[in-house]
Structures are given as C-alpha cells and as structure tokens.
C-alpha cells in the first residue's frame, strides 16, 4: 500500500520504469515541495538506477549555496519565479551527475501569497544536459497546502517524463 495516490504513484513508476532504458538518472531541486518529488520516485522499487540525488533548498540562502541561483535573480524576480525555478534546474544538474533535472518553488500557503504571487502559484523548471528544458507557471489556487504540494508534484513527474521523450 503506498502512501501516494494512485496517479502520482504510476507516474512514479513510469519514470522508474522507464528511465533507465534511456540511460537517464535524474536529481531534483525542490522548495515548496520539501523532497516529495524525490519521495515520489523513490517509493517505487528499483528507484536506485534513476534518482542521482535530491535537493532540498527551502530558503534563498540554500538555492544560492548548494544550487548556484544567483542573489541578484533572488533579487530582481523573487524565490518564486520562473527565472528561480530555471537556474534552480540548471544547478541541479550542474551539481550532480543526472541527465535531467527537475525544480518547484512556489506558494503552499496556507499564508505568504499575495496578489501579484497568490497562495497556489508554483514555477516548475525541467531541463537536461543536452539543453532541452520546460517551464510551467502553475496556479493551482488556495485548495490547500497538501493539495497544492501534491499537484506540483504531479506535474513536475509529468515535465520529467514528457522531456525524457523529447531528448
């Protein structure tokens, strides 16, 4: 019996399943999420031949020491931004051996929106070695902390699996 739903647990299991054929291993990046991308993914037995490692950078202080994110990009767009999210990405992969990285910063609330960044909005950045990446502005709106936390880590495997594709 796993602790994730249903659909996030097969989307888990395609990238596990499927990774290694592709000879990809993949590292994460995560703020709002706190590590379940990498929990996701290593739930599934024989997560060992894809998941290289995880990041977890909660605070601004943490993307710019273990992932390279610029202050000034902190600065000028703010921990949840697109352009966070992207270099966010870039560093996983600069600071690990994977293939193909995936980030998420975002607004689980239930507090610290506001209007021009809403309690729900979440920035996911994929990209690989071979410089191929996607971003996705995500606003799942307030429905919840858990909610918002499990969509995001919906969509982050699904961005994984649909790059992978791509490669």
């Known amino acids: 019996m796993s602790m994730w739903p249903a659909d996030l647990e097969a989307l888990a299991r395609d990238i596990i399943t499927d990774f290694p054929a592709r000879n990809l291993m993949v590292?994460?990046?995560e703020s709002c999420t706190g590590g379940l991308i990498a929990g996701a993914l290593t739930e599934i037995a024989g997560s060992s031949a894809v998941v290289e490692r995880g990041f977890v950078t909660y605070s601004n202080q943490a993307k710019m020491d273990l992932l390279g994110?610029?202050?000034?990009?902190?600065?000028?767009?703010?921990?949840?931004?697109r352009q966070t999210a992207e270099e966010m990405a870039a560093g996983a992969l600069a600071?690990?051996?994977a293939d193909i990285s995936v980030a998420v910063t975002g607004i689980a609330g239930p507090g610290g929106g506001s209007e021009e960044k809403p309690v729900g909005l979440v920035h996911i950045a994929a990209t690989t070695r071979a410089g191929k990446g996607k971003h996705r502005e995500m606003r799942y709106g307030d429905i919840g902390r858990d909610q918002i936390r499990l969509a995001t880590v919906r969509t982050a495997l699904q961005m994984l699996r649909d790059l992978a594709t791509l490669r």
């Not at 994110?69 to 931004?81: R, Y």
């Open 69 to 81: 994110v610029k202050s000034a990009t902190l600065e000028a767009h703010g921990a949840v931004s």
């Open 95 to 97: 600071h690990s051996r």
């Open 27 to 29: 590292a994460t990046a």
